[in-house]
């Protein structure tokens, strides 16, 4: 991994060149909570003081950026006897600035479904490898938990990563486009003053973390299958889907097709689901193999911490709790993980 180090100053003309011929998406304020909290987005931006890079958290994940929540696959037009099929991928370059290390790595995982060698999805990999990905480090967001799935720290899936050391950034290179976008401003090699300083400010983020206790959690759930834990927390669940949809690593989508009332045009629509919806394992017959929500919130969780880490070796969820603060009926990870672990204890 190669270092820089750029002065705030030095950093704000970078973004200014990066403004001037590319899209620029990055963590915008929209509002402000009932609480009083600043809301977030990711955005596109037409200035540098639009862009909010002290966010503590974005409502909705990068993902939907790569993954939208509805896009046509195709577009059918049918003329007499003969047809045609336009299918578009982005190829025009754009910038998302200031994801934090769980979303960068929510996107890892989803390379490993989504761009991997059995079923990639070119419209998926398109936006991928057109996306310059700068990252950057943050202290922990209320009620995350990404220490503990391994998601605080990121050391690949980016461009360029900043660590905010008060006047001046240091900057992890990951990348030869990161590398030559660094050449258009005064980049400097670290000192070891640079180096100690980025040392103390990751201590620091790493020391306000409070662990939750995730230590044999894929076999806890093996032997926990039948619990009433299940039954109490899903007798709260509403099956929303909010949950998935502000979720940076659910991938589950449908597909429909549609043809215009001429006979004309038709499309393949392709849009996200969630697992917590009623109908999501129903059948031809008027069958459903999860018909009722205590199973639906159980496969949920083994999906993300006993499915994906069978699969690839590690849990699907970044820990980021969007799901816990999106949820009407305060359904959380942690909770959860902490009823199945006490649940037999006196």
């Known amino acids: 991994m190669l270092f820089r180090v ?13 403004l001037a011929d590319t899209e620029v998406i990055a963590p915008k304020q929209i509002g402000v909570s009932t609480d009083g909290k600043p809301i977030h987005q990711y955005l596109p931006v037409q200035a ?14 990068a993902k939907t950026y790569f993954l939208p929540y509805r896009e046509n696959l195709s577009i059918c037009s049918f003329d007499e006897d003969d047809w ?13 600035l ?10 890892l995982k989803l390379d490993k479904v989504l761009a991997g060698d059995r079923y990639p999805s070119p419209y998926y990999i398109s936006r991928r490898r057109n996306t310059f990905i700068i990252g950057i480090d943050h202290d922990p967001c209320e009620g995350g938990f990404c220490q503990s799935v391994g998601a605080d720290v990121v050391t690949h899936g980016f461009d360029l990563y900043l660590t905010d050391l008060g006047d001046r950034y240091f900057i992890a290179i990951n990348s030869d486009r990161g590398f030559n976008a660094l050449k258009l401003v005064a980049a400097k090699e ?30 806890l759930l093996d032997i926990e299958f039948e619990s009433d834990v299940w039954k109490r927390w899903s007798e709260k669940c509403m099956s929303c889907g909010s949950c998935s949809m502000v979720c940076p690593t659910c991938y589950c989508y449908g597909t429909t097709e549609r043809i215009s009332m001429n006979n004309e045009q038709g499309a393949k629509i392709k849009q996200l689901y969630s697992c917590n919806f009623l109908d999501f394992a129903a059948v031809a ?24 880490m069978e699969a690839y070796e590690e849990p699907l969820c970044v820990g980021c709790y969007r799901c ?5 009926a305060g359904i959380n990870p942690p909770d959860i993980i902490r009823d199945l672990q006490t649940e037999h204890q006196e």
């Open 190 to 219: 670290p000192t070891k003053r640079d180096n100690n300083d980025y040392l103390k400010v990751r201590s620091r983020i790493a020391s306000q973390f409070e662990p939750l206790e995730m230590h044999n959690l894929p076999n």
């Open 48 to 61: 540098f003081g639009e862009i909010d890079l002290e966010y503590e958290t974005t409502e909705y994940p």
């Open 324 to 328: 816990g603060r999106a949820c009407l």
């Open 84 to 96: 045609t099929r336009e299918i578009h991928y982005r190829l025009q370059p754009r910038v998302l």
């Open 285 to 308: 017959g008027g069958h459903n193999f999860r018909a009722d929500r205590e199973t639906r919130l159980k496969y949920r969780y083994y999906h993300q911490h006993r499915g994906f």
């Open 6 to 18: 750029l002065s705030k100053k030095e950093f704000r003309k970078f973004v200014g060149l990066l």
């Open 98 to 107: 200031g994801l934090h290390a769980c979303d960068i790595n929510a996107l």
